[in-house]
């Protein structure tokens, strides 16, 4: 059973720059494993913000970056505002029997 | 605008069935990876099941494998979730999302289903 990890919760500054990662049990993360991210809101369906690791959907606000760090991929928050406050989770594609694993999500708090 | 809808949740008891309805609009629904994810309330997303887009191969998690059966009716645009022999751990909110060269890109609003006796 393959294991995708994220922190549990950050807090951020608005203004300023915070990041969010996500890790496999199986390995180091890849492009190979197309992460993809998403922000939740209270009462609201998650909305997509990147895929591919780095590639934005065409309403993703500019401040938002995917990329890989090391052996996870990230998510950076930059000129932080207080609606970005919401929970993040990754999406990793392994294929096969269990092609989609999300990771447990980070609560993010702006303050 | 794509729309996905879901549509057929409720309550329903311990080994019970009931069918989930995504209907589709906006896009080519064809063309398209389509797969169901659930969340319970408080807690992270998890993958569910998928269907390619002719319908001719689908594939779910463990947790569900031989209770639910993922279709999809191309013609009217539209995914379902058949769930049988319903257990209080599929209590959920079930979303239908969509699925392109690893972009999933939309979400529906989600249907809350609630196992309980």
């Known amino acids: 059973q393959t294991v995708v990890t994220q922190e549990p919760s950050l807090t951020a500054s608005p203004g300023g720059t915070v990041t969010l990662t996500c890790a496999s049990s199986?390995?180091?993360?890849?492009?190979?494993?197309?992460a993809n991210w998403f922000q939740q809101k209270p009462g609201q369906a998650p909305r997509a913000l990147i895929f591919?690791?780095?590639k934005k959907h065409s309403w993703t606000p500019a401040r938002f970056s995917g990329s890989l760090l090391g052996v996870k991929a990230a998510l950076t928050l930059s000129r932080v505002q207080p609606e970005d406050e919401a929970d993040y989770y990754c999406l990793l594609h392994y294929g096969g029997a269990q092609p989609w694993v999300f990771g447990g999500g980070t609560k993010l708090t702006v303050l | 605008e794509v729309q996905l809808v879901e549509s057929g949740g409720g309550l329903v008891q311990p080994g019970g069935s009931l069918r989930l309805t995504c209907a589709a609009s906006?896009?080519?629904?064809?063309?398209?990876?389509m797969h169901w994810v659930r969340q319970v309330p408080g807690k992270g997303l998890v993958w569910v099941s998928r269907?390619?887009?002719?319908?001719?191969?689908?594939n779910c998690a463990d947790s569900v494998k031989g209770r639910f059966i993922i279709s999809r009716d191309n013609a009217k645009n539209t995914l379902y979730l058949q769930m049988n022999s319903l257990r209080a751990e599929d209590t959920a909110v079930y979303y239908c999302v969509r699925d392109l060269n690893w972009a999933v890109s939309y979400w529906g609003q989600g249907t809350l289903m609630t196992v309980s006796s």
């Open positions: 591919d690791t780095t």
């Open positions: 906006g896009f080519t629904f064809s063309d398209y990876w």
């Open positions: 199986t390995g180091a993360v890849t492009s190979s494993l197309h």
């Open positions: 269907v390619n887009p002719d319908g001719s191969y689908t």
